[in-house]
Protein backbone atom coordinates (compact mmCIF):
# COMPACT_ATOMS: atom_id res chain seq x y z
CA UNK A 1 0.00 0.00 0.00
CA UNK A 2 1.45 3.82 -0.62
CA UNK A 3 2.71 5.82 1.65
CA UNK A 4 0.09 8.33 2.25
CA UNK A 5 2.71 11.15 2.82
CA UNK A 6 4.52 10.13 -0.56
CA UNK A 7 3.41 12.75 -3.28
CA UNK A 8 4.38 12.53 -7.15
CA UNK A 9 4.84 15.32 -8.87
CA UNK A 10 4.86 15.25 -12.81
CA UNK A 11 6.46 18.55 -14.76
CA UNK A 12 3.84 17.90 -18.09
CA UNK A 13 4.33 21.65 -19.38
CA UNK A 14 7.10 20.94 -21.84
CA UNK A 15 6.59 22.16 -25.92
CA UNK A 16 9.47 20.16 -27.48
CA UNK A 17 8.89 19.83 -30.99
CA UNK A 18 11.92 17.11 -31.15
CA UNK A 19 9.10 14.51 -32.30
CA UNK A 20 7.89 16.66 -35.38
CA UNK A 21 5.41 15.36 -37.10
CA UNK A 22 4.37 13.40 -34.30
CA UNK A 23 4.44 15.90 -31.59
CA UNK A 24 3.12 19.56 -32.30
CA UNK A 25 3.04 22.78 -30.09
CA UNK A 26 -0.74 22.06 -29.78
CA UNK A 27 -0.10 18.76 -28.32
CA UNK A 28 3.72 17.36 -26.91
CA UNK A 29 5.20 14.47 -27.31
CA UNK A 30 4.04 13.70 -23.54
CA UNK A 31 0.72 13.52 -24.84
CA UNK A 32 1.33 11.06 -27.03
CA UNK A 33 1.58 7.69 -27.78
CA UNK A 34 5.02 7.82 -28.51
CA UNK A 35 6.14 3.85 -28.26
CA UNK A 36 2.77 2.28 -30.10
CA UNK A 37 1.31 0.73 -26.66
CA UNK A 38 -1.98 2.22 -26.28
CA UNK A 39 -0.77 4.68 -23.76
CA UNK A 40 0.70 8.44 -23.43
CA UNK A 41 4.10 8.81 -21.93
CA UNK A 42 2.24 11.02 -19.47
CA UNK A 43 0.09 7.96 -18.96
CA UNK A 44 2.88 5.83 -18.47
CA UNK A 45 4.67 8.00 -16.11
CA UNK A 46 1.76 7.67 -13.73
CA UNK A 47 1.39 4.26 -14.32
CA UNK A 48 4.75 3.29 -12.80
CA UNK A 49 4.65 5.19 -9.62
CA UNK A 50 1.24 2.81 -9.00
CA UNK A 51 2.05 1.82 -5.51
CA UNK A 52 4.06 4.37 -4.43
CA UNK A 53 1.74 7.09 -4.57
CA UNK A 54 -1.58 7.37 -3.68
CA UNK A 55 -3.82 8.49 -6.61
CA UNK A 56 -4.85 11.87 -4.25
CA UNK A 57 -1.32 12.94 -3.74
CA UNK A 58 -0.73 13.08 -7.92
CA UNK A 59 0.30 16.43 -8.74
CA UNK A 60 0.76 17.64 -12.96
CA UNK A 61 1.88 20.81 -13.25
CA UNK A 62 1.02 22.07 -16.84
CA UNK A 63 0.30 24.86 -18.38
CA UNK A 64 -3.17 26.18 -18.94
CA UNK A 65 -3.20 24.99 -22.92
CA UNK A 66 -2.20 21.86 -21.78
CA UNK A 67 -4.54 21.45 -18.94
CA UNK A 68 -8.06 20.02 -20.80
CA UNK A 69 -5.74 17.65 -22.42
CA UNK A 70 -4.29 16.08 -18.89
CA UNK A 71 -7.32 15.59 -17.88
CA UNK A 72 -8.81 13.86 -20.73
CA UNK A 73 -5.57 11.33 -20.06
CA UNK A 74 -5.93 11.27 -16.53
CA UNK A 75 -9.17 11.04 -15.66
CA UNK A 76 -8.56 9.98 -12.11
CA UNK A 77 -6.71 12.85 -10.83
CA UNK A 78 -8.86 15.61 -9.25
CA UNK A 79 -8.71 18.48 -11.23
CA UNK A 80 -7.10 19.96 -7.91
CA UNK A 81 -4.24 18.49 -8.42
CA UNK A 82 -3.58 19.96 -12.18
CA UNK A 83 -1.79 23.21 -11.38
CA UNK A 84 -1.73 25.81 -14.16
CA UNK A 85 1.31 27.74 -15.12
CA UNK A 86 0.26 31.31 -16.87
CA UNK A 87 3.33 31.04 -18.66
CA UNK A 88 7.00 29.14 -18.89
CA UNK A 89 9.50 29.96 -16.25
CA UNK A 90 11.91 26.59 -16.19
CA UNK A 91 11.85 23.99 -13.73
CA UNK A 92 12.73 26.44 -10.41
CA UNK A 93 9.31 28.35 -10.23
CA UNK A 94 7.13 24.89 -11.19
CA UNK A 95 8.93 23.06 -8.12
CA UNK A 96 8.43 26.36 -5.71
CA UNK A 97 4.81 26.10 -6.80
CA UNK A 98 3.68 23.38 -6.71
CA UNK A 99 5.99 22.18 -3.14
CA UNK A 100 4.21 25.16 -1.40
CA UNK A 101 0.79 23.79 -2.50
CA UNK A 102 1.82 20.06 -1.07
CA UNK A 103 3.08 21.98 2.19
CA UNK A 104 -0.43 23.42 2.83
CA UNK A 105 -1.98 19.68 2.34
CA UNK A 106 0.40 17.81 4.60
CA UNK A 107 3.22 19.47 5.82
CA UNK A 108 4.99 16.10 6.41
CA UNK A 109 5.47 15.24 2.65
CA UNK A 110 7.91 13.17 0.80
CA UNK A 111 7.72 14.26 -2.75
CA UNK A 112 9.36 12.49 -5.72
CA UNK A 113 9.76 15.63 -9.12
CA UNK A 114 9.84 13.19 -12.22
CA UNK A 115 9.71 14.82 -15.76
CA UNK A 116 6.26 13.32 -18.04
CA UNK A 117 8.01 12.42 -21.35
CA UNK A 118 10.70 9.63 -20.08
CA UNK A 119 10.91 5.84 -20.32
CA UNK A 120 11.83 3.18 -17.64
CA UNK A 121 11.69 -0.53 -18.90
CA UNK A 122 12.28 -1.96 -15.83
CA UNK A 123 9.68 -0.88 -14.11
CA UNK A 124 10.19 -2.63 -10.90
CA UNK A 125 13.66 -1.87 -10.26
CA UNK A 126 12.34 1.51 -10.59
CA UNK A 127 10.11 1.59 -8.32
CA UNK A 128 12.34 -0.07 -5.36
CA UNK A 129 14.89 3.18 -6.03
CA UNK A 130 12.13 5.50 -5.87
CA UNK A 131 11.05 3.80 -2.57
CA UNK A 132 14.48 3.38 -1.16
CA UNK A 133 14.94 7.37 -2.05
CA UNK A 134 11.52 8.30 -0.36
CA UNK A 135 12.29 6.61 3.32
CA UNK A 136 16.05 8.20 2.87
CA UNK A 137 14.16 11.73 2.20
CA UNK A 138 11.74 10.65 4.89
CA UNK A 139 14.71 10.46 8.14
CA UNK A 140 17.28 13.44 6.78
CA UNK A 141 17.18 16.67 5.16
CA UNK A 142 18.94 15.68 1.88
CA UNK A 143 18.01 15.98 -1.77
CA UNK A 144 18.34 13.07 -3.62
CA UNK A 145 19.05 13.03 -7.30
CA UNK A 146 18.73 10.10 -9.38
CA UNK A 147 21.98 9.33 -11.55
CA UNK A 148 21.59 6.77 -14.50
CA UNK A 149 24.71 4.66 -15.29
CA UNK A 150 25.75 5.52 -18.42
CA UNK A 151 26.02 3.15 -21.08
CA UNK A 152 27.72 5.39 -24.10
CA UNK A 153 29.16 8.51 -24.35
CA UNK A 154 26.39 10.44 -24.51
CA UNK A 155 26.92 14.17 -25.43
CA UNK A 156 22.54 15.02 -24.34
CA UNK A 157 22.74 14.61 -21.27
CA UNK A 158 24.31 16.65 -18.07
CA UNK A 159 26.22 14.54 -15.86
CA UNK A 160 26.49 13.88 -12.06
CA UNK A 161 29.84 13.27 -10.70
CA UNK A 162 29.42 11.36 -7.37
CA UNK A 163 32.07 10.75 -4.06
CA UNK A 164 31.97 7.13 -4.30
CA UNK A 165 34.60 6.58 -1.78
CA UNK A 166 31.62 6.26 1.26
CA UNK A 167 27.79 6.00 1.36
CA UNK A 168 25.45 7.36 3.13
CA UNK A 169 25.12 5.98 6.69
CA UNK A 170 21.47 5.63 6.10
CA UNK A 171 21.22 3.98 2.69
CA UNK A 172 24.76 2.13 1.35
CA UNK A 173 23.29 3.10 -2.14
CA UNK A 174 23.85 6.69 -1.78
CA UNK A 175 26.60 8.89 -2.59
CA UNK A 176 26.54 12.84 -2.06
CA UNK A 177 27.47 14.53 -5.26
CA UNK A 178 30.55 15.95 -5.59
CA UNK A 179 29.47 18.07 -9.15
CA UNK A 180 27.51 18.93 -11.56
CA UNK A 181 28.45 18.99 -15.09
CA UNK A 182 26.61 20.58 -17.90
CA UNK A 183 26.45 18.47 -21.08
CA UNK A 184 29.88 17.81 -22.36
CA UNK A 185 31.51 17.31 -25.86
CA UNK A 186 32.21 13.69 -27.42
CA UNK A 187 35.56 14.10 -26.09
CA UNK A 188 35.02 15.05 -22.66
CA UNK A 189 31.61 12.13 -22.37
CA UNK A 190 34.24 9.40 -23.50
CA UNK A 191 36.40 10.56 -20.42
CA UNK A 192 32.85 10.10 -17.96
CA UNK A 193 32.43 6.87 -19.37
CA UNK A 194 36.08 5.11 -18.52
CA UNK A 195 35.68 6.40 -14.62
CA UNK A 196 33.30 4.91 -12.62
CA UNK A 197 31.60 8.08 -10.25
CA UNK A 198 29.88 10.06 -13.45
CA UNK A 199 25.91 9.46 -13.80
CA UNK A 200 23.41 11.20 -16.40
CA UNK A 201 21.17 13.63 -14.54
CA UNK A 202 17.83 12.09 -14.86
CA UNK A 203 16.26 14.76 -13.75
CA UNK A 204 13.96 13.04 -11.13
CA UNK A 205 14.34 14.63 -7.75
CA UNK A 206 13.72 13.34 -4.15
CA UNK A 207 13.05 15.39 -0.91
CA UNK A 208 10.74 16.11 1.82
CA UNK A 209 8.78 19.07 1.70
CA UNK A 210 10.26 20.69 4.67
CA UNK A 211 13.28 20.04 3.31
CA UNK A 212 12.77 21.81 -0.65
CA UNK A 213 11.00 24.96 1.09
CA UNK A 214 13.97 25.52 2.99
CA UNK A 215 16.46 25.27 0.30
CA UNK A 216 14.15 27.60 -1.62
CA UNK A 217 13.91 30.22 1.33
CA UNK A 218 17.69 30.29 1.44
CA UNK A 219 18.37 30.10 -2.23
CA UNK A 220 15.87 31.70 -3.61
CA UNK A 221 14.47 34.34 -1.42
CA UNK A 222 12.53 36.32 -3.86
CA UNK A 223 10.93 32.93 -5.43
CA UNK A 224 10.08 31.66 -2.09
CA UNK A 225 8.33 34.89 -0.53
CA UNK A 226 6.14 35.03 -3.95
CA UNK A 227 4.64 31.70 -2.94
CA UNK A 228 5.09 31.59 0.83
CA UNK A 229 2.48 34.69 0.77
CA UNK A 230 0.18 32.73 -1.02
CA UNK A 231 -0.46 30.16 1.16
CA UNK A 232 -4.50 31.21 2.42
CA UNK A 233 -5.23 30.70 -1.27
CA UNK A 234 -3.88 27.60 -2.12
CA UNK A 235 -7.34 25.30 -2.51
CA UNK A 236 -9.03 28.24 -2.79
CA UNK A 237 -11.20 29.74 -5.56
CA UNK A 238 -8.59 32.22 -6.00
CA UNK A 239 -5.40 30.31 -6.25
CA UNK A 240 -5.64 30.32 -10.29
CA UNK A 241 -5.96 34.07 -10.41
CA UNK A 242 -3.38 34.77 -7.97
CA UNK A 243 -0.71 31.83 -9.33
CA UNK A 244 -1.61 34.40 -12.72
CA UNK A 245 -0.55 37.62 -11.37
CA UNK A 246 2.61 36.90 -8.97
CA UNK A 247 3.92 33.55 -11.19
CA UNK A 248 5.22 35.51 -14.18
CA UNK A 249 7.61 37.60 -11.90
CA UNK A 250 9.81 34.81 -11.00
CA UNK A 251 13.01 34.08 -12.70
CA UNK A 252 13.13 31.78 -15.48
CA UNK A 253 15.65 29.67 -14.12
CA UNK A 254 16.08 25.56 -13.35
CA UNK A 255 16.18 24.21 -10.12
CA UNK A 256 19.50 23.02 -11.21
CA UNK A 257 20.93 26.12 -10.76
CA UNK A 258 18.72 27.35 -8.23
CA UNK A 259 18.86 24.78 -5.34
CA UNK A 260 20.60 21.78 -6.52
CA UNK A 261 24.68 23.43 -7.34
CA UNK A 262 24.42 25.58 -4.12
CA UNK A 263 22.79 23.13 -1.66
CA UNK A 264 25.21 21.52 0.81
CA UNK A 265 23.32 18.05 1.23
CA UNK A 266 22.56 16.79 -2.15
CA UNK A 267 23.14 12.70 -2.71
CA UNK A 268 22.82 10.66 -5.87
CA UNK A 269 21.36 7.48 -6.20
CA UNK A 270 22.73 5.60 -8.94
CA UNK A 271 20.65 3.53 -10.67
CA UNK A 272 20.12 1.34 -14.21
CA UNK A 273 16.44 1.10 -15.04
CA UNK A 274 16.56 0.63 -18.57
CA UNK A 275 15.91 4.65 -18.60
CA UNK A 276 15.94 7.38 -21.40
CA UNK A 277 14.41 10.87 -21.62
CA UNK A 278 13.46 9.81 -25.71
CA UNK A 279 14.70 13.26 -26.22
CA UNK A 280 15.30 12.16 -30.15
CA UNK A 281 13.69 9.93 -33.11
CA UNK A 282 17.03 8.39 -32.56
CA UNK A 283 16.61 7.47 -29.32
CA UNK A 284 13.41 6.08 -29.50
CA UNK A 285 14.74 3.98 -32.61
CA UNK A 286 17.11 2.59 -29.56
CA UNK A 287 14.40 1.48 -27.12
CA UNK A 288 11.92 0.40 -29.35
CA UNK A 289 12.26 -3.68 -30.65
CA UNK A 290 14.26 -3.50 -33.78
CA UNK A 291 14.05 -6.19 -36.44
CA UNK A 292 17.21 -7.93 -37.49
CA UNK A 293 18.00 -5.43 -40.18
CA UNK A 294 17.72 -2.53 -37.33
CA UNK A 295 14.58 -1.25 -38.02
CA UNK A 296 12.00 -0.15 -35.46
CA UNK A 297 8.72 -0.04 -36.71
CA UNK A 298 5.44 1.26 -35.22
CA UNK A 299 2.72 1.34 -37.27
CA UNK A 300 -0.34 -1.47 -38.11
CA UNK A 301 1.21 -2.56 -41.10
CA UNK A 302 4.68 -1.50 -42.02
CA UNK A 303 6.59 -3.69 -44.39
CA UNK A 304 10.50 -3.18 -45.05
CA UNK A 305 12.38 -4.40 -48.07
CA UNK A 306 16.27 -3.66 -48.26
CA UNK A 307 16.10 -1.03 -45.62
CA UNK A 308 18.02 -1.08 -43.00
CA UNK A 309 18.62 0.85 -39.01
CA UNK A 310 15.72 3.37 -39.92
CA UNK A 311 12.89 4.49 -37.36
CA UNK A 312 9.47 4.00 -38.81
CA UNK A 313 6.79 5.72 -37.05
CA UNK A 314 3.51 5.69 -39.03
CA UNK A 315 0.21 4.79 -37.10
CA UNK A 316 -2.18 6.58 -38.87
CA UNK A 317 -1.54 5.12 -42.00
CA UNK A 318 -3.14 1.54 -42.55
CA UNK A 319 -0.14 0.48 -45.20
CA UNK A 320 3.11 1.38 -45.19
CA UNK A 321 5.93 0.13 -47.32
CA UNK A 322 9.50 1.43 -47.05
CA UNK A 323 11.98 0.34 -49.85
CA UNK A 324 16.07 0.79 -50.79
CA UNK A 325 16.24 3.37 -47.15
CA UNK A 326 19.80 3.34 -44.59
CA UNK A 327 19.61 5.50 -41.46
CA UNK A 328 16.53 7.46 -42.24
CA UNK A 329 13.22 8.72 -40.47
CA UNK A 330 9.76 8.05 -41.69
CA UNK A 331 7.20 9.71 -39.59
CA UNK A 332 3.38 10.64 -40.30
CA UNK A 333 1.02 12.36 -38.22
CA UNK A 334 -2.51 13.74 -39.40
CA UNK A 335 -1.79 14.26 -42.91
CA UNK A 336 2.50 15.18 -42.75
CA UNK A 337 4.88 12.96 -43.54
CA UNK A 338 8.81 13.76 -42.87
CA UNK A 339 11.51 11.49 -44.63
CA UNK A 340 14.83 12.91 -42.80
CA UNK A 341 18.01 10.98 -42.34
CA UNK A 342 18.44 10.04 -38.87
CA UNK A 343 22.21 11.90 -38.29
CA UNK A 344 20.01 15.45 -39.62
CA UNK A 345 17.57 14.95 -37.38
CA UNK A 346 18.74 18.16 -35.39
CA UNK A 347 17.07 19.64 -38.77
CA UNK A 348 13.98 18.88 -37.72
CA UNK A 349 13.12 21.83 -35.16
CA UNK A 350 13.34 23.91 -38.09
CA UNK A 351 11.02 21.75 -39.99
CA UNK A 352 8.46 22.30 -37.16
CA UNK A 353 8.61 25.44 -36.20
CA UNK A 354 6.90 26.60 -39.63
CA UNK A 355 6.12 23.60 -40.81
CA UNK A 356 2.95 25.83 -42.94
CA UNK A 357 5.47 27.28 -44.90
CA UNK A 358 7.78 23.94 -45.43
CA UNK A 359 8.88 24.28 -49.39
CA UNK A 360 10.94 21.34 -51.50
CA UNK A 361 14.73 21.99 -51.75
Not at 112 to 118: I, K, Q, T, Y
Request: aromatic share 10%; with cysteine; hydrophobic share 35%.
Amino acid sequence: MADKNNHLVIMAGGVGSRFWPMSTPEKPKQFIDVLGCGKTLLQLTVERFEGICPPENIWIVTSEAYARIVQEQLPNISHENILKEPCRRNTAPCIAYVSWRIKVKNPHANIVVSPSDHIVMNVKEFQRVVSSALAFTDETDAIVTLGMKPTRPETGYGYIQADLTASSARNKEIFRVDSFKEKPDLATAEKYLKKNNYYWNAGIFVWNVNTIVNALRVYQPVMSDIFESLQPYYGTPEEQQKIDEQFPLCENISVDYAILEKAEEIFVFPASFGWSDLGTWGSLQENSKRDVYGNACIGPDVRTIETRNCMIHTRGLKKVVVQGLDGYIVAENDGTLLICKLAEEQRIKLFSEYDAEITRV
